[in-house]
């Protein structure tokens, strides 16, 4: 290993680790990801290891990690649905891809496939005219999760259809006619 050059200022390692240098940051950086492939390859190499220390530091303090969780899946809202749409997938052994609520909002015109209204996209699940990804054939049913099978629809339209096909339009514009 090379030693540093003195004109980076570096005589003891707390100096070398504050040198605002080009040079020494690109080190650091270098080293950094060394560490991160590294850390990657020993988990995908240990994951019964990796799982035992999951539920270890999760039963020394779960309230913490519960919240950490929560801001996970706040910071990233789309990822728990699609990883529970995905999981759901895997259990009825149906074909899964991947997509996303905004996606398949732009695809269907922002509009209720059920209801034919307009979805507000800054609306939260559960208000009743969030928008949610319904399957026009239900994963219970036998339905893929795939693009062909999803459409845009308003939560309690989507509520409502529960795992059916789709009733009669008039049913769905008289459940969204008083929220609007």
């Known amino acids: 290993m090379a030693r540093p050059s ?4 570096r005589t003891t390692l707390a100096v070398a680790l504050k040198c605002p240098c080009e040079l020494c940051e690109a080190a650091r950086e270098r ?8 850390k990657r390859i020993w988990r995908k190499a240990n994951p019964e ?22 801001l996970w899946r706040d ?3 789309g990822w728990s649905s699609a990883k529970e ?5 895997r259990k009825a052994l149906v074909e899964s891809e991947p997509y996303t609520l905004a ?8 509009e209720c496939v059920l209801c034919e209204r307009p979805v507000d996209m800054t609306k939260t699940v559960p208000h009743p005219l969030a928008p949610t990804v319904d399957h026009a054939l239900p994963i219970s049913l036998g339905g893929p999760d795939t693009w062909d099978n999803v459409q845009l629809a308003h939560f309690v339209c989507n509520s409502a259809k529960g795992n059916r096909f789709a009733l009669p339009l008039a049913y769905y514009q008289r459940l969204t006619a008083d929220l609007a």
């Open 31 to 38: 080293r950094r990801e060394q560490m991160r492939e590294a």
């Open 85 to 89: 749409r995905r999981r759901r997938a």
């Open 6 to 9: 003195p004109e980076h200022g």
């Open 49 to 70: 290891l990796v799982r035992e220390q999951r539920q270890e530091r999760y039963w020394k303090n779960p309230e913490r990690e519960r919240e950490q969780n929560r």
């Open 75 to 77: 910071a990233n809202p």
């Open 103 to 110: 996606a398949v909002a732009e695809a269907d015109g922002f």
